[in-house]
């Protein structure tokens, strides 16, 4: 008898601290903000099919803990001020091992013992170095403000200058009247969501998409709508849809190569997505963050919509170096003016010394010489990746024309979270399909990043989680 009450008191312990746990969580994620009535405890213990008894008593311990407070008659209501925002808490729950955050946070706070083949970058020793020593030589020599003055509101003026003939390339016309500076390509991407959303907004992403996406939106409180992804682009009879019934503000993509896939957009399916966001209030942007990595350039939005209704962003985190933050958006002029007053209130001052370094080096005469040296040795990779993949029957989804990332499907019935949690104790950080995936369709899927990915330790592992007989390395 003691033993069966002492198991019921544990049963109702349980239950009273799943019911704390969920009210927690709401006030958390902010669905419940103060002064929001809690449903009453006959309807939350009817939704959670626990006793009335269990919900009073867990109400009563967060009304003592001074989340809620009680108001007789009336009902129980959360407490002030605002809870301290808390990305995890919002949206689905995910196993940490797919959560967009933890595959980021694992991958910058690992030490340099483990490897990182889900990781977005290249090695450091694949970085531009020497064109960057170069350049902090040249800058010591500069004149004092260029060392020690904040920057223009619209960023360093020869940067812009250049970045103007950089996109002319491209076919996107934009002069340095039109190109704003910014810390990152991030922060891009976060001044142009303040700019243009509201909580509860809409907006499209691809599905797979850069996993970054997610958390930024969800720090904007709006609502991702994932558009299924092809090997030419986004599904356009899915975007369509998604038009209509979602009522997007913004699209959100990669129209080089596609950060997860690989994939390249083709031009048949750039103008009919432009032709379906003319028929709307949509506004597009086009994150060209690889464009340095292209060997054959892709079509660019941009480039045939003139700075209409898509905003152009990019950065040199990827090739020129992930410790100088530097990134821009090229954009239509009467924008530009209300994203230089929201830089300012965000950020101030932009970062003087960081353009003319970036600059330093894109104009530097070896810089032209190491993309090609980087493009060579990532198709080298790409093919060794793909190879040892393809021993452990790991499939890519398909073979990418340039870049570092292969999307690769994993064998039938294996579940990438699972993988991503046992290579993790063996100090391998991977980068499941879910992480990407607002729809949490791509559970069989990883990333590899083929750059970071040459260390043979990495497949021997791989192959004694999937059970596959260990193969040695091309």
Not at 145 to 167: I, N, S, V
Not at 378 to 403: C, F, H, N, S, Y
Request: aromatic letters at 6%; one cysteine or more.
């Amino acid at each position: 008898m003691k033993t069966q009450y002492g198991e019921k008191m544990k049963r109702n312990g349980t239950r009273i601290q799943t019911v704390m746990a969920d009210i927690r969580s709401r006030i958390a994620s902010r669905s419940y903000t103060p002064g929001t009535r809690l449903p009453s405890v006959r309807a939350q213990a009817q939704a959670m099919r626990f006793s009335v008894s269990t919900v009073v008593e867990a109400y009563e311990r967060l009304v003592a803990e001074g989340l809620i407070t009680s108001r007789p008659g009336s009902g129980f209501y959360v407490s002030g001020p605002v809870a301290p925002l808390t990305l995890t808490e919002l949206g689905p729950k995910l196993d940490r091992e797919v959560d967009p955050l933890w595959v980021s946070r694992q991958s910058l706070e690992t030490d340099t013992d483990t490897l990182k083949p889900g990781c977005g970058w290249l090695p450091a020793s694949w970085m531009y170095e020497t064109g960057m020593r170069r350049a902090l030589r040249t800058l010591a020599r500069a004149a004092t403000p260029e060392l020690t003055d904040y920057a223009t509101p619209l960023g360093h003026p020869p940067l812009r200058q250049f970045l103007a003939r950089r996109l002319a390339t491209a076919g996107i016309e934009a002069g340095p009247e039109q190109i704003m500076l910014t810390e990152s390509g991030t922060q891009a991407i976060d001044l142009i969501c303040r700019f243009l959303l509201e909580p509860g907004d809409s907006v499209l992403v691809d599905d797979p998409c850069y996993f970054n996406f997610h958390a930024l939106l969800k720090a904007h409180r709006v609502q991702a709508v994932g558009v299924p992804h092809t090997p030419q682009g986004p599904d356009v009879e899915a975007f369509s849809a998604a038009l209509q019934t979602h009522a997007p503000r913004l699209y959100i993509t990669n129209s080089g190569i596609h950060n997860p896939t690989g994939a390249v957009l083709s031009p048949v399916i750039a103008h009919r997505i432009l032709k379906l966001a003319d028929s709307s209030d949509l506004i597009i942007v086009e994150d060209d963050i690889f464009a340095d990595f292209e060997i054959n350039p892709a079509p660019r939005l941009a480039a045939f919509d003139g700075l209409s209704r898509v905003i152009h962003i990019g950065s040199f985190s990827k090739t020129v170096s992930a410790s100088l933050r530097c990134g821009y958006i090229a954009a239509r002029g009467d924008w530009l003016e209300s994203l230089a007053d929201l830089k300012i209130a965000t950020a101030f001052g932009g970062g003087r010394l960081a353009a003319n370094l970036v600059l330093t080096a894109l104009t530097d005469s070896g810089y032209r010489k190491h993309m090609e040296t980087i493009r060579q040795r990532l198709a080298e990779e790409m093919e060794k990746t793909i190879t040892r993949l393809g021993a452990l029957d790991i499939d890519p989804w398909l073979v990418p024309q340039a870049g570092m990332f292969l999307w690769c499907r994993l064998p039938q019935g294996v579940d990438a979270a699972a993988i991503a949690r046992s290579c993790l104790e063996d100090g391998i950080v991977l980068a499941p399909g879910n992480a990407f995936s607002p729809s949490l369709s791509a559970g069989d899927f990883l990333r590899f990043n083929v750059a970071q990915s040459t260390e043979s330790r990495i497949f021997d592992v791989l192959a004694r989680v999937l059970g596959r007989p260990r193969h040695d390395a091309p």
